[in-house]
């Protein structure tokens, strides 16, 4: 079955320091790649997608990600990050033409950013 | 513009009572709907997906159901809670591969 692996649960940092969530997924057929982010108290939104083309992302709020097809992967990285993107953090896969495109999600990574 | 409304925003229900989750969306046609549910120290499970009024797919089979009286109503129920069914439920739609996300419901069977 395919699954989306996030490999860290929780990440702490201080602000202004590099941040690198990994993302991995299992599946061998074309894909669709999501971060999503959910700030305490808020809703799920979309951070970046990829679908097709350059396969680095830049998404809203300074965040990117980079599909590498070979590793599988969907890498979400930010330069400096701050405070306020303290949050959890999910990726996402769907498969292209499969399932009516439905979302398969990681486990979520948590980062809290210190002041 | 495009909403989507999911009420209510926290639940706390005794173990074998009924449940129903009720999901709106505004602003679009035959949407896709969904239903997921975030539990505690995991990551967001699909439960449900529709494609239109009246047809249902399940993901993971439950104690859990869903119906689409209406094309842009979703709605997840239960006629007896079990304590496992304790989580965070999110309705979703999608267009054309972008979703949409509800602000979710918490529910605590207790």
């Known amino acids: 079955a395919q699954s989306v692996s996030q490999h860290n649960h929780h990440v702490i940092l201080s602000e202004a320091a590099s941040l690198e969530l990994g993302c991995n997924y299992s599946?061998?057929?074309?894909?669709?790649l999501f971060w999503y982010v959910q700030y305490p108290g808020q809703h799920l939104q979309l951070l970046l997608k990829?679908?097709?083309?350059?396969?680095l992302v830049k998404g809203i709020k300074g965040f990117e990600a980079e599909f590498i097809k070979s590793k599988f992967s969907f890498n979400l990285r930010k330069p400096s990050v701050q405070w306020s993107d303290t949050a959890e953090y999910f990726c996402a896969v769907s498969l292209y033409g499969g399932s009516q495109g439905n979302l398969i999600f990681g486990k979520g990574t948590k980062l809290s950013v210190k002041p | 513009s495009q909403t989507i409304h999911q009420w209510p925003a926290t639940l706390v229900q005794p173990v074998g009572s009924p449940l129903s989750l009720e999901c709106t969306v505004e602003g679009t046609s035959n949407p896709n709907l969904y239903w997921y549910r975030q539990a505690a120290g995991r990551g967001l499970q699909l439960l449900f997906y529709s494609v239109g009024i009246g047809q249902i797919s399940s993901e993971v089979p439950q104690n859990l159901s869903a119906s689409r009286p209406q094309d842009r109503q979703f709605i997840l129920s239960s006629k007896k809670l079990l304590l496992s069914d304790s989580g965070f439920y999110l309705c979703a739609w999608s267009l054309t591969g972008r979703y949409t996300f509800g602000s979710g419901t918490r529910l605590t069977v207790v």
């Open positions: 990829y679908f097709s083309g350059d396969p």
């Open positions: 599946y061998g057929g074309t894909v669709n």
